[in-house]
């Protein structure tokens, strides 16, 4: 039988640095409480940002000319974050328009990775969700919108309210209680009885 895994999708901009909170004892404080999230959960992180170009997705081994990913998984070490894994780069037009390119479409991503790792049970996507402002109103995320848990990059409002914050941790818990349906696709694929593994 194979080990269950829950796993959080984790976008960084807006989650861990946002557009006023971003000094290095800020984001410490978010990693912090993203560690404490993950372990409530007996959960771990695949990364889904942008800044996951620095890492190599086979051996998770950071190019060392980008210190801000580095910092990041200096971070990630110091509070027992298992990183599980990066998701794949994939390319995308918009609307079917040759002019309008985007550099990844996020909910594919994420399908993708969970359509190759049948050991997934619980996912959560965790992410600011901007995207309906860089691609002409429509999300990269609607696709995986039920496991969404958002959180907030800018609020001129109330500055404190950015990024992961405590109450987000019942959100996602919530959400890694919900069954991965795309496991029974990754099953078909790898071949195994459906029936067997997947309850």
């Given at each position: ?7 959080i999708f ?42 996951r170009g ?89 696709k995986v ?55």
């Amino acid at each position: 039988m194979l080990e269950d895994v829950n796993i959080i999708f984790l976008g960084i901009g807006g989650v861990l640095d946002t557009f006023h909170l971003g000094s290095n004892e800020q984001i410490e404080a978010k990693v912090k409480l993203l560690s404490d999230i993950l372990m409530e959960n007996n959960a771990k992180v695949v990364i889904t940002s942008g800044c996951r170009g620095a890492i190599n997705e086979e051996t998770l081994e950071i190019d060392h000319e980008c210190g801000w990913v580095l910092f990041l998984f200096y971070l990630f070490d110091k509070y027992n974050i298992e990183v599980y894994g990066r998701t794949k780069f994939i390319n995308k037009y918009l609307n079917n328009d040759k002019h309008v390119y985007i550099e990844s479409w996020k909910e594919d991503e994420i399908r993708v990775f969970l359509f190759t790792h049948s050991e997934i049970a619980h996912y959560c996507v965790l992410d600011c969700d901007y995207s309906p402002y860089l691609n002409g109103g429509k999300s990269d995320l609607d696709k995986v919108r039920s496991h969404l848990v958002t959180t907030k990059y800018s609020n001129d409002l109330d500055n404190s309210d950015e990024g992961l914050m405590p109450y987000h941790a019942a959100m996602i818990k919530e959400v890694l209680s919900m069954k991965n349906d795309y496991r029974k696709v990754a099953y078909r694929r790898l071949g195994w009885n459906t029936k067997y593994f997947y309850n």
